[in-house]
Structures are given as C-alpha cells and as structure tokens.
C-alpha cells in the first residue's frame, strides 16, 4: 500500500450502475429477451469507452437530482471499477452471443453471473472485478499500477474515513 | 408466453432465494460450529459479549482495518467486552474447529456463550457495534 494520488469515486453512482445491470439482466431473463441483456452490454460498452459507469446519466440526471440517491462520494482508484465494468462487457457480450447462437444455458448463466457479481458490489461492498485488477497489480502487468486505498482490503469498498 | 414469463419469473426468483439461502446457511454452519466449540476457549464464560477474532500475522487488513476497528470498539465498551484474538498460524487447530475459511473473520458471542453472528472478512466498527447492540 504504497502512498498514491487518490481520485473522488463517487460510489452510489456505481451502486445505481450495479442495480441497473441486476435490474435488466434478470427482467431480460423473466421476459426471455436477449436483446435486452445485448443492450446492457452496449451501455456499458459506452460507458467504458467513456470510462464512466455505463448508466451513469440515469444516476446524474433523474436518481440524484431529485435526491433518490445520495452521492457517496470517497477517495478512491477509479481504474479498478472501470476494469471490473470491461470484465463485466466481456461476459455480457459473450452471454449475449450465447444467446443469439442458441445457446442459452451457457447465455443466460452468464448474464446471472454478471448480475450475481453486481449484487456482490452492491449489496455486499465488494467489487470482484476490483480484486482481480489489485491481484494483476501484484504482478507488475502493464496497466495495472494502483494499489488499494491504505487500510482497504483489494476489492472491497474504501471505509468512511476515507470520504473526500 | 404468458406461462413462460410466470415460468422464468419463478425461477429468477428461486435463483435469487437459492443465492441468497447459500450465503445465510454458510453462515449458520459456522455459528453451529462456533457454538459446539466454544469451550474451546473458555473454560468458564465471561458472562459478556465475546469477540473472537481470527487473524494472521501476514494479513494486511487486519492490521489496517480489522484490529482498529477492534480497539475503537474494545474503548467504547470498555470492561463489558471480551476480545479474544487468536493467530490462526499458532493456532490452525482453533481455526480448523472453528471452520474459519479467511482472516480476518470476527465471531460474536453473548454473554451466555452463544455464537450470534459471523463475520467472514473485514468488519467495520460501526457493522460490529450494531450486531453487539442486539446481543
């Protein structure tokens, strides 16, 4: 845990994300509609080029002006969310394909993996994605130079003390 | 298609139960365990509230989070708390009995004894306050 500049993540942002995803991957599971999970993985394939969370203007322009969600605002690296949202497009778009090819055991096992791991993040404070970019740390690769918040276990959520 | 709907809905809704049974009977089998090995411990309980606390000496969050988490709880309370740390290195017995899978993991007694809640991993202070206030 080595000293590093730490960014403001607002995190109910990314919890808004994570409910988004969980919403739509199990609605398009109910109401049999691959499109719908295909279209998770394109807002979050945006979102990633964007390097935001891919339903980030729901949260900005309806969930947190008119006070639905509050912002959570800590210091902490966004780059472990931002990969954690890429692993997340990878299995989305491969579900996705599944899906379209027929194969929808192994599709929709993994929309509901996504849609499990997004429930981890928000429901218990740890980002999978998160961790797995720290351990890839550990290993100099290139691209992956953050070390989690002092005093935070790698992937999960920084503690209060650190809110900016 | 109104079937199949009504059908995927109860399955979506048994995969959600099934997920979130999973994590609660985890749990449950550790606070059995905890329970059955209390004695372990204690040769006389402390008639207190306990916090068994299971650490190693490489665990980084334990010493950045989990131990001062510990202490501002420990200063709170003061003398109507027990800690019991225990090194799960020294001690792997302990930790075998007690099914602990990770460090940090807290388990918390009451004052009969009773393991009430588990805590796989870090457990902030305020999380750990909580679960003491219904003990």
Known sequence: MTSQTLQKVDHAALKANQLFIISLNVLAFIFNQPWLAAFVALVMGIGS??????FLPIYKNILKPRGWMKPDVLADNPEPHRFSQFLGIVFMTAGSIALFLGAT???????????????LNAFGGFCV?????????????????????????????????ARV | MS??????????????II????????????LVRARNNVFTLFNKLPNKPVIVYFTTPDCTPCKTVQRPALNQVSKLLGEKLQVIEIDATERPDLAKKWGVMSVPTTFLLDARGEARYVNNGVARAEKLMEQLQTL
């Not at chain 1, 080029?49 to 891919?54: C, E, H, M, N």
């Not at chain 2, 997920?19 to 550790?30: S, T």
């Open chain 2, 19 to 30: 997920g979130a049974l999973g994590y609660w009977l985890i749990n449950q089998r550790l």
């Open chain 1, 49 to 54: 080029a964007r390097k935001l969370p891919g």
């Open chain 1, 129 to 161: 994605g998160c961790a797995i970019y720290y351990w890839l740390t550990r290993f100099n690769l290139p691209g992956f130079s953050k070390q989690p918040p002092a005093g935070t276990f790698p992937g999960m959520k920084p503690k209060a003390g």
């Open chain 2, 3 to 16: 079937t199949d709907i009504l059908f995927r809905f109860a399955l979506a809704v048994i995969i959600v």
């Open chain 1, 105 to 119: 055991v192994l599709g929709w096992s993994l929309v509901w993996l996504v849609a499990a791991l997004s429930a």
